[in-house]
């Protein structure tokens, strides 16, 4: 990085720095008196790494209270860090960096960062040190002020403080694996890799693998994705409700069930939809040797997913492809079909809650392991219509840009539905603690 680009980014750190300093004046002296009052203390000290893997102290109000880290606005005074810049790391966490990573100490560590930011809304499914090396490669004031603002965002939206993670949640009887991104995709490849159909990966068949995932193997799975929409829907709906409860496995889908979380005093580990899940699934299946079968959506569509993701991920086998436009009269053949493809992933795009009540129709005459409802993914990775940028799934508000796409469509789902949702989650934890009572 030449001299210019650094004195630009510096004057910026020095400018927003003192800016909040006078406007936050009040509450950082309330905050500074507090530490001392219920910790001794004014400041905790974390040794850590900096530019160039220079040593410094990273100060942090004491005590758990909010606002602990105004105290770093010294050390971005001080020149030890900037507004935005990768996670300063300590000695042992800047040891695991990988080689290619270490771009990420040519700059000040901030004290917002990419991965801080994508973790507050729950979608911070890549590797930090991936996510840094992006970050300083394209590095200039813009993209520092634009981080800053997305970060004051998503922690308004996604919430700040340690809440606890319970493995799981439960919606209006409506239960969540509370999981990650990694463990899910995970959870499904080991299913669908050990079924007669596909092709075995050496690293499914080691002996002693006794794990959790190993010993689901075989058996036909369920798996749906849950966004407020959907919660909304089985909350009036028995029969959808019914489906979701009996599923081998719901996952959180959205910025409004983390919210829904936080008012319930519980932590979400990641939002996990299947939106961000099917690259990385279509990846998983490329090396691990399973197909996937595509039904649903217009006709034409499934096919260009098929196209796009084999060309992104080569190798992926596409067992099978079906619109979602056919009678009753044809289900027997297409069901068929599907068998005989050897599929070890079933993906439906019939839209919630109808793909969920045709997968639980026809459970057993399916014979893929592993079958999921999908909404609208095919028309995202179709190229149809785009998914909104990555800046405003990091701040919460991809569900704007779906509006923005489809208003009647839509409307009543964000419009009416959202706050709809969050009334009940409101009800819901007033009713437990009256239980607790």
């Known amino acids: 990085m030449n ?23 009040p509450f950082w002296l309330v905050r500074a008196l507090l530490a001392l009052i219920g910790a001794g203390r004014l400041f905790d000290h974390a040794h850590v790494l900096g530019h160039n893997r220079r040593p410094f102290v990273r100060l942090a109000f004491a005590g758990s209270l909010p606002g602990r880290d105004l105290a770093a606005l010294f050390n971005i005074l001080r020149g030890d860090m900037a507004i935005a810049g990768p996670r300063p790391l300590t000695v042992a966490e800047a040891a695991m960096v990988p080689a290619e990573a270490n771009i990420r100490f040519s700059v000040r560590p901030g004290l917002f960062s990419p991965y801080q930011v994508q973790q507050r809304t729950g979608i911070a499914h890549d590797p930090e040190s991936e996510l840094d090396q992006r970050f300083v490669e394209n590095l200039s004031v813009r993209a520092s002020w634009g981080l800053s603002a997305r970060a ?29 991104m990694d463990e899910a995709v995970e959870w499904i490849a080991v299913r669908a890799a050990n079924h007669p159909g596909a092709a075995r990966h050496p690293s499914l068949s080691k002996e002693g693998n006794t794990s959790d995932l190993a010993l689901g193997a075989g058996e036909k799975a369920l798996l749906a994705f849950v966004n ?18 009996q599923a081998a496995r719901v996952l959180p889908d959205g910025i409004g069930v983390k919210i829904g979380c936080r008012m319930r005093g519980v932590g979400l580990a990641a939002n996990v939809n299947g939106t961000d899940l099917f690259p990385r ?141 969050l009334y009940r989650v409101w009800k819901q934890a007033r009713q437990e603690a009256k239980a607790h009572e």
């Open 228 to 245: 407020p929409d959907c919660l909304n829907i089985a909350y009036t709906q028995d029969r959808y409700r019914a489906v979701l409860q």
């Open 152 to 180: 004051l965002i998503a922690a308004l939206l996604g919430g700040g403080g340690e809440r606890p993670v319970p493995p799981l949640l439960d919606f209006f009887g409506v239960p969540i694996v509370n999981t990650t």
């Open 281 to 421: 699934l279509c990846e998983r299946a490329a090396r691990d040797g399973f197909s996937l079968f595509l039904l649903g959506a217009r006709p034409g569509i499934a096919e260009l997913v098929a196209e796009n993701m084999q060309a992104r991920y080569p190798g992926l086998m596409i067992a099978g492809i079906q619109h979602g436009y056919f009678g009753p009269d044809e289900e027997d053949a297409i069901i068929a079909r599907i068998n005989a493809s050897g599929a070890g992933v079933l993906l439906v795009a019939f839209g919630v809650p109808r793909q969920e009540l045709w997968l639980a129709d026809h459970h057993d005459a399916l014979t893929p392991p592993v079958r999921m409802g999908v909404g609208g993914l095919f028309d995202f990775y179709s190229g149809r219509i785009p998914r909104a940028p990555l800046w405003l799934r990091e701040i919460g508000l991809e569900w704007v840009w779906r509006l923005i796409q489809e208003p009647g469509r839509m409307w009543r789902r964000y419009i009416l539905g959202n706050p709809l949702f």
């Open 3 to 25: 001299r210019s680009p650094d004195r630009a980014l510096r004057t910026f750190d020095l400018a927003l720095t003192l800016t909040w300093l006078i406007l936050l004046a």
